[in-house]
């Protein structure tokens, strides 16, 4: 607003000057002179007007260099504005792709919940989650104390499915025990001691999974070995024995666990 201001002081003075030429001016100072001390009192005061004109011709153009100058700064201001508003643009639209990955984490667990619910099993107050021991095809029924050679009584669930049929651990927790090479009633045989305080009874597997040894931590779900019919098994149809121990001790009958995991029921 100075700037223009001053602007039209300036042009109003050079439309003044182009209308009262200087040399008409001197020449009219001649013709009307009255006296030497007249004349001179007539050129100090022409000379006071073009210092004022050259103050404002001074003024208006400091006034444009302060003007370009601001406008270059605020260019500079503008360009950085824009590039910071990209950046928090570019973190929201990151935001919102974690907060989408996160809500579809959230529905995932909660369809976890759900499914683990659905496989959690009271017995006589007893409350055990487990996944199913055999990942694919297979059978088994409720064949807890089927008496066995040597007067014994069969202390576990036989899980049917075909030979190399992945094992997977029911639990989180590690490998307490095992017995890699086929030996004893149990052939290959497989502990696994659950953070739930519970032990889990692997026997008669074909093989061991790669990576898998003895203080291994495994995963619920994680592939720890393979239906096989080694061991006292060696004449009956491929089949993995799995037992529950509760806090370690003596075996109970898995197969209320066995049937709320089931994924094939």
Same mark, same amino acid.
Do not use: C
């Given at each position: 607003?100075?700037?223009?201001?001053?602007?039209?002081?300036?042009?109003?003075?050079?439309?003044?000057?182009?209308?009262?030429?200087?040399?008409?001016?001197?020449?009219?100072?001649?013709?009307?002179?009255?006296?030497?001390?007249?004349?001179?009192?007539?050129?100090?005061?022409?000379?006071?007007?073009?210092?004022?004109? #050259?103050?404002? %011709?001074?003024?208006?153009?400091?006034?444009?260099?302060?003007?370009?100058?601001?406008?270059?700064?605020?260019?500079?201001?503008?360009?950085?504005?824009?590039?910071?508003?990209?950046?928090?643009?570019?973190?929201?639209?990151? #935001?919102?792709?974690?907060?989408?990955?996160?809500?579809?984490?959230?529905?995932?667990?909660?369809?976890?919940?759900?499914?683990?619910?659905?496989?959690?099993?009271?017995?006589?107050?007893?409350?055990?989650?487990?996944?199913?021991?055999?990942?694919?095809?297979?059978?088994?029924?409720?064949?807890?104390?089927?008496?066995?050679?040597?007067?014994?009584?069969?202390?576990?669930?036989?899980?049917?499915?075909?030979?190399?049929?992945?094992? %997977?651990?029911?639990?989180?927790?590690?490998?307490?025990?095992?017995?890699?090479?086929?030996?004893?009633?149990?052939?290959?045989?497989?502990?696994?001691?659950?953070?739930?305080?519970?032990?889990?009874?692997?026997?008669?597997?074909?093989?061991?999974?790669?990576?898998?040894?003895?203080?291994?931590?495994?995963?619920?779900?994680?592939?720890?070995?393979?239906?096989?019919?080694?061991?006292?098994?060696?004449?009956?149809?491929?089949?993995?024995?799995?037992?529950?121990?509760?806090?370690?001790?003596?075996?109970?009958?898995?197969?209320?666990?066995?049937?709320?995991?089931?994924?094939?029921?």
């Amino acid at each position: 607003m100075e700037l223009d201001l001053n602007q039209q002081k300036l042009d109003e003075r050079v439309v003044a000057m182009y209308k009262n030429r200087t040399d008409l001016l001197i020449l009219n100072l001649l013709l009307n002179f009255k006296g030497f001390d007249s004349f001179i009192s007539d050129l100090e005061f022409m000379a006071k007007v073009s210092e004022a004109d #050259m103050a404002l %011709v001074g003024k208006t153009k400091l006034l444009k260099d302060q003007v370009q100058q601001n406008q270059f700064k605020l260019e500079e201001e503008q360009a950085k504005q824009k590039q910071a508003l990209g950046e928090v643009e570019t973190k929201q639209a990151e #935001m919102k792709r974690n907060l989408d990955a996160q809500n579809m984490l959230q529905q995932l667990l909660s369809a976890d919940i759900i499914r683990l619910q659905a496989q959690t099993t009271n017995v006589d107050g007893l409350q055990i989650t487990i996944l199913f021991p055999v990942n694919g095809p297979h059978s088994f029924i409720d064949d807890w104390g089927f008496p066995r050679s040597g007067g014994r009584r069969h202390r576990g669930n036989d899980i049917f499915a075909k030979e190399g049929t992945p094992v %997977v651990a029911v639990t989180d927790g590690y490998i307490d025990e095992w017995t890699p090479k086929e030996k004893g009633l149990g052939g290959i045989v497989l502990w696994v001691r659950g953070y739930d305080n519970n032990r889990y009874y692997y026997a008669h597997l074909q093989k061991i999974a790669p990576g898998i040894t003895l203080g291994s931590k495994v995963a619920a779900g994680q592939v720890i070995g393979y239906v096989g019919n080694t061991g006292n098994a060696r004449t009956t149809p491929h089949h993995l024995h799995f037992q529950i121990h509760p806090g370690g001790g003596e075996p109970i009958n898995p197969y209320p666990f066995l049937v709320a995991s089931d994924p094939y029921k």
